[in-house]
C-alpha cells in the first residue's frame, strides 16, 4: 500500500501562483512531456486559469481539465475550450444519488456545453 498521502501532506503549503505554473510549464515542456491534466481543488476557480492553459497549449502540450462544478459561464468555457483538448467532470456520486433530478439535469446541460464547444469529455 502507498503511504505517499501521508509522508508528503506536509510539503503543500501553498497553491503554485502563476509565475511557479508557468515555469513548471516551460520546465515539463522542455522535459519533452506531451501532456498536462489540471485538476485539483478547483482550477477553473484560478483568476489565471486562461493563461495557465494558455501557455501550456503555446508549448504544444495537450492539456486536460477536470472540474468538480456542474454550472459554469459560456463565456468562460468557450475561452478555456481555444485551449484544452478535454474537460474532465467529476461526478459527484452523493448528490447524484440524493437529488438526481437537479444533478442529472446540471450534468447533462454541461455535457451538452462541453460537446458545443468541441470539447472531449471525461469523467472522474
Not at 38 to 64: F, N, Q, T, W, Y
Not at 103 to 121: M, P, S
Amino acid at each position: 500500500m502507498l503511504d505517499f498521502p501521508e509522508r508528503h501532506r506536509d510539503d503543500i503549503t501553498t497553491v503554485l501562483d502563476t509565475k511557479e505554473a508557468m515555469t513548471i510549464i516551460d520546465k515539463i515542456a522542455d522535459a519533452g512531456v506531451f501532456q498536462l491534466a489540471i485538476g485539483g481543488g478547483e482550477p477553473l476557480m484560478r483568476e489565471d486559469i486562461i493563461s495557465i492553459v494558455a501557455r501550456a497549449h503555446e508549448r504544444k502540450l495537450v492539456v486536460h481539465v477536470t472540474t468538480g462544478r456542474y454550472l459554469h459561464e459560456l463565456d468562460d468555457l468557450r475561452e478555456l475550450a481555444k485551449y484544452i483538448k478535454c474537460l474532465q467532470i467529476g461526478i459527484k456520486q452523493e448528490e447524484l444519488l440524493k437529488h438526481p433530478e437537479n444533478e442529472k439535469e446540471k450534468l447533462v446541460q454541461l455535457i451538452a456545453l462541453t460537446r458545443e464547444l468541441g470539447l472531449d469529455i471525461g469523467a472522474n
